[in-house]
């Protein structure tokens, strides 16, 4: 079956600008999971979704990012006024929730290039 | 806190040779699971293995076999007879139960491991 997928892949914008990604995850799947991989470092936990709710938004690094997911599928993960800090691949995941700590499945993430 | 530790950075091995790669872990739980990710130049993490850890069998998947210790906190990769196709960033990362009233269980990784496999 078809995995998890974002658009777009690739994104440059100017600093200052805002950038909406998508992430569309596997049929099925409730649970969904931002993450942000900066150079040289690992994955960064951004946001997490249970259906359409975010009961965990603690890695959020500012109150420019925010998220939302519709349907219980498709999410999006908008950062606003872009600084170049914020240039990273954000990689999106999800997994089923009814119990235990089942595996994440990643897309292959949007890379931002913010100049 | 949690805390994932992967110290090598990159290795570069000669093709058919063993490689093992590090991860020691930090959690202060007692129940947790750790994973085992792979990077390939794609960008798209596959998903090589979960371990429980009141599970401390060691696992062996064809060249793949994971050992883990929960006395020195690491969970180890080696590949065995390694090939080309192995070249990719591994991560390895930790995840404690999930939360009770969010059911969120999100993933703790490592910094990465870079393997270049040589032809």
């Known amino acids: 079956g078809a995995g998890v997928s974002q658009s777009p892949s690739n994104k440059v914008t100017e600093k200052g600008k805002d950038v909406e990604l998508r992430c569309d995850p596997i049929?099925?799947?409730?649970?969904l999971y931002w993450y942000r991989q900066s150079l040289g470092q690992g994955l960064e936990f951004l946001i997490y979704?249970?259906?359409?709710?975010?009961?965990?938004k603690s890695g959020l690094p500012s109150d420019r990012f925010s998220a939302e997911r519709t349907g219980g599928s498709v999410s999006t993960l908008t950062i606003q006024r872009t600084q170049q800090e914020d240039s990273a691949v954000y990689l999106c995941?999800?997994?089923?929730?009814?119990?235990?700590?089942?595996?994440?499945?990643f897309g292959p993430g949007t890379r931002l290039t913010v100049t | 806190a949690q805390k994932v530790t992967q110290a090598q950075t990159e290795i570069s091995v000669v093709e058919k040779e063993d490689v093992t790669l590090d991860c020691v872990y930090e959690?202060?739980?007692?129940?947790?699971?750790l994973f085992w990710y792979k990077q390939p130049p794609s960008g798209e993490l596959v998903f090589l293995i979960r371990?429980?850890?009141?599970?401390?069998q060691n696992e062996i998947s064809g060249r793949y076999s994971w050992n883990f210790q929960k006395s020195t906190s690491s969970f180890n990769f080696t590949i065995t007879a390694s090939q080309v196709v192995d070249s990719a960033v591994y991560f390895c990362?930790?995840?404690?139960?999930?939360?009770?009233?969010?059911?969120?269980?999100?993933?703790?990784f490592g910094t990465g491991t870079r393997l270049t496999v040589i032809p």
């Open positions: 990362a930790l995840s404690e139960p999930p939360d009770y009233q969010t059911g969120a269980n999100n993933l703790f």
């Open positions: 995941a999800s997994s089923l929730v009814e119990a235990g700590p089942y595996e994440q499945y």
């Open positions: 049929s099925g799947h409730t649970a």
């Open positions: 959690t202060r739980d007692t129940t947790y699971y």
């Open positions: 371990r429980n850890s009141f599970d401390e």
């Open positions: 979704f249970q259906g359409n709710s975010a009961p965990d």
